[in-house]
């Protein structure tokens, strides 16, 4: 009356979830100076799956079945300028330019049976004693264009300045209000390389800003 019994619910009442996924990347990088390189680089990560859930004729609740069948595809493009030059003695200076382009499409259909199962153990959504209802539907695309930016200039590998910020702009933000940021700096001293000490090999401390 209260509750399934638990084997009942292991092997009548048992969910279903299956995925196939796909992903991986290709890039490009072309050394133009012994400081100056650029880098094209394509990914993708996408994957189709499927959800079962059962309530066998004979559970506490009102037999059912439902499904869920979806598709998620992101594909990232990336074109970075990167920079790794010893100024002097003393400076060297690395950074990098570049942009990304985030594209994403996410599509499912969500439906189950009304009002309990004809036959016994078959698990279809035309097995359903009522019409079922209209099945819940989406397709949803979103699209980010980022331009970002970096310098760290380090003294001596000793001392180090780090400057970053990145512009995002999405196609599902309002116009004219759609674009956000996230700028930070970091500075870093390495003091194991003034304090010599037999017990210290490494020391850094850094105090670093950032928004998001």
Do not use: C, H
């Amino acid at each position: 009356i209260y509750t399934d019994n638990m084997y009942f619910m292991r092997y009548e009442n048992y969910e279903k979830d299956s995925r196939i996924r796909y992903f991986g990347n290709v890039a490009l990088n072309y050394k133009a100076t012994s400081w100056l390189s650029v880098l094209g680089r394509i990914s993708m990560d996408t994957y189709t799956q499927m959800q079962e859930e059962r309530n066998a004729i004979g559970s506490k609740n009102t037999a059912s079945y439902s499904r869920y069948d979806g598709t998620f595809s992101e594909y990232n493009y990336d074109l970075m300028l990167n920079i790794d030059k010893q100024l002097n003695r003393d400076f060297k200076l690395t950074g990098l330019v570049g942009g990304n382009v985030r594209r994403t499409n996410v599509q499912y259909v969500r439906a189950q049976t009304n009002g309990g199962l004809v036959v016994p153990k078959l698990y279809s959504l035309s097995n359903s004693v009522n019409p079922i209802e209209a099945p819940v539907e989406a397709d949803s695309t979103l699209q980010v264009n980022g331009i970002f930016a970096s310098a760290g200039l380090g003294y001596k590998n000793m001392l180090f300045l780090d400057v970053t910020g990145r512009r995002d702009e999405s196609s599902t933000l309002p116009k004219g209000n759609n674009s956000y940021y996230y700028p930070s700096v970091s500075l870093g001293f390495v003091f194991s390389e003034v304090v010599k000490a037999p017990w210290l090999s490494y020391g850094k401390v850094r105090v670093n800003y950032a928004e998001v």
